[in-house]
Nanobody, 116 residues
Framework: VQLVESGGGLVQTGGSLRLSCTASGFSFDDYTIGWFRQAPGKERELVASVTIGGVTKYADSVKGRFTISRDNAKNTVYLQMNSLKPEDTAVYSC???????????WGQGTLVTVSS
């Protein structure tokens, strides 16, 4: 099982980025996938998740600004981030949620820095 994030970088306040999480080694469309983030000195938090049926959930802090989507044909989950703020600065990681006896897995993370 492997999850590889990409798309992070440096952006100015108000800008946009699109993160990608590409998975391999398992049946991608059987699992809920989520994006998490961890800022320096803070706990990791759930940003958004998408179920196998396409049901999405968002943290209150990103509602209306971020959009999570999945492309099962490409084994990829995207996080479109608009109207970025300095407080969005963090390492963003994707997670394959556990299912039954199958444990969860994490990607290595990608750094997003929003300058003021």
């Amino acid at each position: 099982v492997q999850l590889v994030e990409s798309g992070g970088g440096l952006v100015q306040t108000g800008g946009s980025l699109r993160l990608s999480c590409t998975a391999s080694g398992f049946s991608f469309d059987d699992y809920t996938i989520g994006w998490f983030r961890q800022a320096p000195g803070k706990e990791r938090e759930l940003v958004a998740s998408v179920t196998i049926g396409g049901v999405t959930k968002y943290a209150d802090s990103v509602k209306g600004r971020f959009t999570i989507s999945r492309d099962n044909a490409k084994n990829t989950v995207y996080l479109q981030m608009n109207s970025l703020k300095p407080e969005d600065t963090a390492v963003y990681s994707c997670r394959r949620f556990a299912l039954g006896k199958d444990r969860d897995y994490w990607g290595q993370g990608t750094l997003v820095t929003v300058s003021s």
